[in-house]
């Protein structure tokens, strides 16, 4: 997974806070979701139980890997956001990487997500939300590439 895993340079975390090196074989193949959110905003707060749900469902089927990036403005409301999600997320500690990357994939307003093809880094989808939300809930043409 050298494309996904460049772009973050080992600042990726697991639940326990533990570096998870995205190279890992239990990575290879996997769509990896880039999940741009942050506990102050309504709409995201609306969708993170949808999506959580998702992943529940389809990760291991659809071989799916999320990665939460916080727009948060303070580590204690990261924390509290982050408990509930079941997936990975980018050190809060590191905003240099978290503006990088919002500039890189063009996220102008949250909720983002935006899926990638982990083994190549390449954009597979931009609009996953309205995907899970709206159009495609059951996931049946994930992951949904964009034109």
């Given amino acids: 997974m050298a494309g996904v895993a460049k772009l973050f340079d080992g600042h990726i975390i697991n639940k326990s806070k533990e570096s998870v090196d995205l190279n890992d074989e239990k990575y290879k193949g996997k769509t990896i979701g880039l999940y741009f959110s ?40 990261f924390n509290e956001y982050y408990e509930d999600m079941p997936w990975l997320a980018l050190d809060f500690t590191d905003r240099k990487k978290k503006e990088e990357l919002g500039k890189k994939f063009n996220v102008s307003g949250i909720p983002t997500l935006i899926l990638l093809d982990g083994d190549s880094g390449d954009v597979v989808c931009t609009n996953a939300r309205s995907q899970i939300q709206s159009e495609d809930s059951k996931g049946e043409k994930f992951p949904w590439k964009s034109s």
């Fill in 38 to 77: 942050a506990h102050w905003c309504p709409p995201c707060r609306g969708f993170t139980p949808v999506l959580i749900e998702f992943y529940k469902t389809h990760s291991e089927n659809k071989k799916l890997e999320i990665i939460f990036i916080s727009s948060d403005r303070d580590e204690k409301s």
